[in-house]
């Protein structure tokens, strides 16, 4: 089995700071793409950031200069930094990993339970 746990969510006020995180555990041989999703209520998730193995990076517009995201490969971690945190960045945020598991043939799409993360003063 492969579990993805993200934390850090929280509350902030706009200009703020956050930093979450997402591992990855169980029986992992590789993990291929790394990314953050985000839903606010009424609306579809969207991708906010994904980065590849290789290092690549790429971001949803509204959030490019703003949120950086980076990988540990040796920890099976993924953070995203989020700076100057804006009121329509509230959402529930997802990590999601594309990963190749003990036994299996073919790499699988994982998700994590959620953070909330809510921007407001």
């Known amino acids: 089995q492969v579990q993805l746990v993200e934390s850090g969510g929280g509350l902030v006020q706009p200009g703020g700071s956050l930093r979450l995180s997402c591992a990855a555990s169980g029986s992992i041989v590789i993990i291929y793409d790394m990314g953050w999703y985000r839903q606010a209520p009424g609306k579809q998730r969207e991708l906010v950031a994904v980065?590849?193995?290789?290092?690549?990076?790429n971001y949803l517009d509204s959030v490019n200069g703003r949120f950086t995201i980076s990988r540990d490969n040796a920890k099976n971690m993924v953070y995203l930094q989020m700076n100057s945190l804006k009121p329509e960045d509230t959402a529930v945020y997802y990590c999601?990993?594309?990963?190749?598991?003990?036994?299996?043939?073919?790499?699988?799409?994982?998700w994590g339970q959620g953070t909330q993360v809510t921007v407001s003063s």
């Open positions: 999601n990993a594309n990963i190749k598991r003990a036994g299996a043939e073919f790499q699988y799409s994982y």
């Open positions: 980065s590849t193995r290789s290092g690549g990076a």
